[in-house]
């Protein structure tokens, strides 16, 4: 089964940092391209963060860049969002998904979610 | 970036009504369109991608069209588990971006 769960996520103080991971399974890691999306308490989804299969390319979302980074360990089938400096509107669930073709921007499937919380 | 909006925000329909969401890009995206369902507390769910193409394991009785600016999603005959929020979302360019959603309740 193609799955991806995400941790990391909890309650921190603004100006503060929190790294959340994606673990992936059922399916060759390395061959897909990644994304973080989030979505602010009763709100719409909001794209944050691409990663391409080798790591080499990364685009953030204009909210997020200079504060956040995306990267991944394909031995590990893993992936991470190092999120610092933090503000109150970063309060989300954050959800990895895959790109299930190739440059297509088709996400499939998506994690569970993971909910941070900044807040003093 | 693609401005996304969809209309309307929300509706109410019962069981096996016949029900229609409108997605339009602020430019062109040729078909580059996907339609997602969420419903609350879970993941949002692939349903269409291309515009047009149904994912796999989806109900037959969801269909998408459009191209260029303006997109639709019909639900043919509405079951009680598509109760739901939908949303579109623009694959064209990044960023990606997504409509603000449809919510589907129970009349």
């Known amino acids: 089964e193609v799955q991806l769960v995400e941790s990391g996520g909890g309650l921190v103080q603004p100006g503060g940092s929190l790294r959340l991971s994606c673990a992936a399974s059922g399916f060759t890691f390395s061959s897909y391209e990644m994304y973080w999306v989030r979505q602010a308490p009763g709100k719409g989804l909001e794209w944050i963060s691409y990663i391409s299969s080798t790591g080499s390319t990364m685009y953030y979302g204009d909210s997020v860049k200079g504060r956040f980074t995306i990267s991944r360990d394909n031995a590990k089938n893993s992936l991470s969002l190092q999120m610092n400096s933090l503000r109150a509107e970063d309060t989300a669930v954050y959800y990895c998904?895959?790109?299930?073709?190739?440059?297509?921007?088709?996400?499939?499937?998506w994690g569970q979610g993971t909910l941070v919380t900044v807040s003093s | 970036d693609i401005q996304m909006t969809q209309s309307p925000s929300s509706l109410s329909a019962s069981v096996g009504d016949r029900v229609t969401i409108t997605c339009r890009a602020s430019?062109?995206?040729?078909?580059?369109l996907n339609w997602y369902q969420q419903k609350p507390g879970k993941a949002p769910k692939l349903l269409i991608y291309a515009a047009s193409s149904l994912q796999s394991g989806v109900p037959s009785r969801f269909n998408g069209s459009g191209s260029g600016t303006v997109f639709t999603l019909t639900v043919s005959s509405l079951q009680g588990e598509d109760f739901a929020t939908y949303y579109c979302?623009?694959?064209?360019?990044?960023?990606?971006?997504f409509g603000p959603g449809t919510k589907v309740e129970i009349k």
């Open positions: 430019q062109s995206i040729s078909s580059y």
């Open positions: 979302q623009q694959s064209y360019t990044i960023p990606v971006t």
């Open positions: 998904a895959r790109d299930e073709m190739t440059g297509w921007c088709r996400f499939d499937p």
